[in-house]
T-cell receptor
Framework: KQEVTQIPAALSVPEGENLVLNCSFT??????LQWFRQDPGKGLTSLLL?????REQTSGRLNASLDKSSGRSTLYIAASQPGDSATYLC?????????FGTGTRLKVLA | NAGVTQTPKFRVLKTGQSMTLLCAQD?????MYWYRQDPGMGLRLIHY???????AKGEVPDGYNVSRLKKQNFLLGLESAAPSQTSVYFC????????????FGSGTRLTVV
């Protein structure tokens, strides 16, 4: 059974810092992996999707890497802003079904 | 552009009562999903559908039923609510099985007393 661990569980940083959020998973037989953002009281928004054949994916200030063989993914956030404050969830998946981690709760201080 | 709409947003039920949660999407997506989110547990898949008229069990299906009579709607039913079903329920949809375009609703907070 796939198990997903995200470290750290919570993080508070001053504005402008570069951040790394970590995700590890136990079953490397995945089709792809998504990183989602969840704002309080809201649904999830997909940030990045990495196919199992890819090593990384970039969108603006976000960069996600995937090492499928070791069961690890990282989300790198450059020059963090207060608007980045949210919970970030990692979800390795087999086609359309995903197993979610419990997330990293990020607070960026102005 | 509404995306995925869930109704109701909040509900309190007494143990043993029944209710239906409605999910509607306007993106013509084939796949739809129901998840529940509990503190410290992450999101867990309850049921899903890969097209109109189809449903399948996810990770935690017990105590729930679903129907997908129309492509745009996915209903989640609780026949006899239990306190263990207190949770936040999220509906999601995607156009196909590749994972792109995975879109979530804003959730329904259900409390069973």
């Amino acid at each position: 059974k796939q198990e997903v661990t995200q470290i750290p569980a919570a993080l508070s940083v001053p504005e402008g810092e570069n951040l790394v959020l970590n995700c590890s998973f136990t079953d490397s037989a995945i089709y792809n992996l998504q990183w989602f953002r969840q704002d309080p009281g809201k649904g999830l928004t997909s940030l990045l999707l990495i196919q199992s054949s890819q090593r990384e994916q970039t969108s603006g200030r976000l960069n996600a890497s995937l090492d499928k063989s070791s069961g690890r993914s990282t989300l790198y956030i450059a020059a963090s802003q207060p608007g980045d404050s949210a919970t970030y969830l990692c979800a390795p998946g087999g086609t359309y079904k995903y197993i979610f981690g419990t997330g990293t709760r990020l607070k960026v201080l102005a | 552009n509404a995306g995925v709409t869930q109704t109701p947003k909040f509900r309190v039920l007494k143990t043993g009562q029944s209710m239906t949660l409605l999910c509607a999407q306007d993106m013509n997506h084939e796949y739809m999903y129901w998840y529940r989110q509990d503190p410290g547990m992450g999101l867990r898949l309850i049921h899903y559908s890969v097209g109109e008229g189809t449903t399948a069990k996810g990770e935690v299906p017990d105590g729930y039923n679903v129907s997908r009579l129309k492509k745009q709607n996915f209903l989640l039913g609780l026949e006899s609510a239990a306190p263990s079903q207190t949770s936040v329920y999220f509906c999601a949809s995607s156009p196909d099985d590749r994972g792109y375009g995975y879109t979530f609703g804003s959730g329904t907070r259900l409390t069973v007393v």
